[in-house]
């Protein structure tokens, strides 16, 4: 392995850098990334960019004394975390803060880019206004727990405090959406700056917003059960009965289906059944166990 920490020997790096596999990855990435940020670096040994940008991401986490911690995952040794999360190329690196990814590039950055990139995740980990970041927390409670108006209301008076707040955006498409009111989630989704219409809570909340207007359409679970019942090779009945099953709040039952289909023609209708799997895991949260199993049980059927 090629050892892109090779100038960091120090005991405090084996605490702020680690390697990771599939083995820990929910453990150091997901899990911890619940208390600090975790900047996650793909990368494998005969990449080149990748023995650039290692070692200046490492530096910067250790200049940073604890505020993020860094995971190396070797992509030769690990290729579903990488399917998983979509990695493409290398070097790709992603950011987690509580379970979820929140940033990320590709490819090699000059430092003083690879510096603005680790100072923002430590601030989206904390360094910014607590008081903001506590106001969320607050209307996250409020949505769980079904007050979905007063949700709203809150989101939208962080945005005013701060409108370029990811999570308060994703909240206020999340809310509108909880009311059934999709226009206004839709307008809500307009509304986001154009340099966060990529960040993970955005893409969460529009993936929402996908799927519940598709529950609007969805047909009665019986009648596709039954058509599918009568023609398993009924690919279409099969993806009309996940939306449907997805609709009545069945996203394991979804999942199975959506699955199956990929088994039958992965290639059906220009690869629906993958694109809604992916519309369905961008949706709930990366540690909920639908998600987990989903992509696992995926990622054995394009690898294998």
Same mark, same amino acid.
Not at 32 to 42: L, W
Not at 52 to 67: C, F, I, S, Y
Not at 266 to 272: H, I, S
């Given at each position: 392995?090629?050892?892109?920490?090779?100038?960091?020997?120090?005991?405090?790096?084996?605490?702020? =850098?680690?390697?990771?596999?599939?083995?820990?990855?929910?453990?150091?990435?997901?899990?911890?990334?619940?208390?600090?940020?975790? =900047?996650? *670096?793909?990368?494998?040994?005969?990449?080149?960019?990748?023995?650039?940008?290692?070692?200046?991401?490492?530096?910067?986490?250790?200049?940073?004394?604890?505020?993020?911690?860094?995971?190396?995952?070797?992509?030769?040794?690990?290729?579903?975390?990488?399917?998983?999360?979509?990695? /493409?190329?290398? #070097?790709?690196?992603?950011?987690?803060?509580?379970?979820? #990814? =929140?940033?990320?590039? /590709?490819?090699?950055?000059?430092?003083?880019?690879?510096?603005?990139?680790?100072?923002?995740?430590?601030?989206?980990?904390?360094?910014?206004?607590?008081?903001?970041?506590?106001?969320?927390?607050?209307?996250?409670?409020?949505?769980?727990?079904?007050?979905?108006?007063?949700?709203?209301?809150? $989101?939208?008076?962080?945005?005013?405090?701060?409108?370029? %707040?990811?999570?308060?955006?994703?909240?206020?498409?999340?809310?509108?959406?909880?009311?059934?009111?999709?226009?206004?989630?839709?307008?809500?989704?307009?509304?986001?700056?154009?340099?966060?219409?990529?960040?993970? #809570?955005?893409?969460?909340?529009?993936?929402?917003?996908?799927?519940?207007? /598709?529950?609007?359409?969805?047909?009665?679970?019986?009648?596709?059960?039954?058509?599918?019942?009568?023609?398993? *090779?009924?690919?279409?009945?099969?993806? *009309?009965?996940?939306?449907? %099953?997805?609709?009545?709040?069945?996203?394991?039952?979804?999942?199975?289906?959506?699955?199956?289909? $990929? +088994?039958?023609? +992965?290639?059906?209708?220009?690869?629906?059944?993958?694109?809604? %799997?992916?519309? =369905?895991?961008?949706?709930?949260?990366?540690?909920?166990?639908?998600? /987990?199993?989903?992509?696992?049980?995926?990622?054995?059927?394009? $690898?294998?």
């Amino acid at each position: 392995m090629l050892e892109l920490g090779a100038t960091q020997k120090s005991a405090p790096a084996g605490d702020l =850098i680690k390697d990771v596999s599939e083995a820990n990855f929910m453990a150091e990435v997901v899990e911890k990334s619940q208390t600090v940020p975790v =900047i996650v *670096d793909f990368w494998a040994p005969w990449c080149g960019p990748c023995k650039q940008l290692g070692p200046a991401l490492e530096a910067e986490v250790m200049a940073a004394k604890g505020a993020v911690v860094m995971a190396k995952v070797n992509v030769d040794e690990n290729q579903g975390i990488a399917g998983q999360l979509r990695v /493409q190329s290398i #070097p790709t690196v992603y950011a987690f803060w509580q379970g979820q #990814p =929140i940033d990320g590039f /590709q490819g090699a950055l000059p430092a003083s880019e690879i510096k603005a990139f680790v100072a923002k995740v430590i601030e989206a980990g904390g360094g910014a206004d607590n008081g903001l970041a506590d106001a969320v927390e607050a209307a996250e409670a409020m949505l769980t727990e079904g007050a979905a108006e007063d949700a709203a209301e809150t $989101f939208a008076a962080i945005l005013d405090e701060d409108p370029e %707040l990811a999570e308060a955006h994703s909240g206020l498409i999340r809310a509108r959406i909880a009311l059934e009111d999709l226009d206004g989630a839709g307008a809500a989704l307009a509304g986001v700056p154009a340099k966060l219409t990529d960040a993970a #809570p955005i893409e969460a909340a529009r993936a929402q917003l996908d799927l519940a207007k /598709q529950a609007q359409s969805a047909g009665p679970l019986d009648d596709l059960k039954a058509k599918v019942d009568a023609n398993a *090779d009924d690919l279409q009945a099969r993806f *009309d009965y996940a939306q449907a %099953l997805y609709a009545a709040g069945d996203a394991a039952g979804a999942v199975d289906q959506l699955l199956d289909l $990929f +088994r039958r023609d +992965r290639e059906w209708n220009d690869g629906a059944a993958k694109t809604q %799997l992916f519309t =369905i895991f961008d949706a709930l949260k990366p540690n909920d166990p639908v998600v /987990q199993s989903g992509r696992r049980r995926l990622s054995s059927m394009i $690898f294998a």
